[in-house]
């Protein structure tokens, strides 16, 4: 079992992202994810000019990458989805969620030579800088979870609410009972999985620090294909039970989904298909 399969349903949520971002703006917003995506990379500490044009070039190229290779590729899978079979949504729903994952290991792959290369040229001033904001960003989540009166559940459910609602569902009252109940099955492991996010952080930093010592391409390496299997088995016990909820859950919603719902679910699709083909033309993608 791999760690990364918890989050096979963040996956989908950020193709429908990426999907729902340029349908609100067209290409407008698709284009300039590479700024989005640099601007991310260039809070984490003050990198000099010729660093920051190095981010740069990386992010535009990943756009230019994305979009040749893995934006045809997610249009397919959302044409594939169109003709669902509310009876038999089960091969459908796994089927994208394994291919989701390919193209999230896939971005890793495209990343982990350049960030591996980049951070070499770090010096510890920056390393410092880049320890300090995951621990504001560590801070801030605290912060946020606090404020957040709901309980583990209530959260949960909410996601799933709004996670539907981006795909054109509005669940009914009786689907949001029939989720509520499957949910009752399902096991808090957000202590746990910040616990080992926390240790990630620290390893990762650790690695940073010897960037000059012999083999640290390779531990790197290693150490970025640990993220497959972070946690004891009991961890991944639970991580396993949770996504085949998930996908019971996804399953229930489509199984008794009424007529309005999924023409409201194909109308988005086709909103989405459309918003992904002005891109590929733009580019000149097949």
Known sequence: MKVKNIFKYCELSLMIFVMSSCSIAGSF??????????????????????????????????LNWFSENELPYIKSLIEDLKRIDQNNSE?????????????????????????????????????????????ELVRKREEENKKDKRDYKERVLDNYISGFERIGIDLRDDQMEGVKL????????????????????????KLLKNRESYGYESQMKKFFKSLD?????????????????????????FRTADPKQMKSFDRTLDVYLKSISRILSKRQVK
């Open 91 to 135: 091969i459908s729903i796994n089927l994208l969620f394994e291919e989701g994952e390919g193209v999230f290991n896939r971005t890793n792959d495209y990343f982990e030579k350049r960030i591996i290369t980049f951070s070499k040229g770090l010096n510890e001033g920056q390393i410092k800088q880049i320890s300090l904001h995951f621990e």
């Open 182 to 205: 499957q949910l009752d099955q399902y096991l808090e492991i957000s202590k746990e999985w910040s616990d080992l996010r926390q240790q990630w952080i620290e390893d990762f930093i």
């Open 229 to 253: 299997n972070l946690g004891n088995e009991e961890f991944r016990l639970k991580a396993d039970r949770n996504e085949k909820i998930t996908l019971e859950i996804i399953n229930f919603v």
């Open 29 to 62: 917003v698709y284009e300039r994810l590479d700024n989005y995506l640099a601007s991310y990379f260039k809070e984490f500490a003050d990198f000099t000019k010729v660093q920051n044009k190095e981010i740069d070039l990386i992010s535009e190229e990943y």
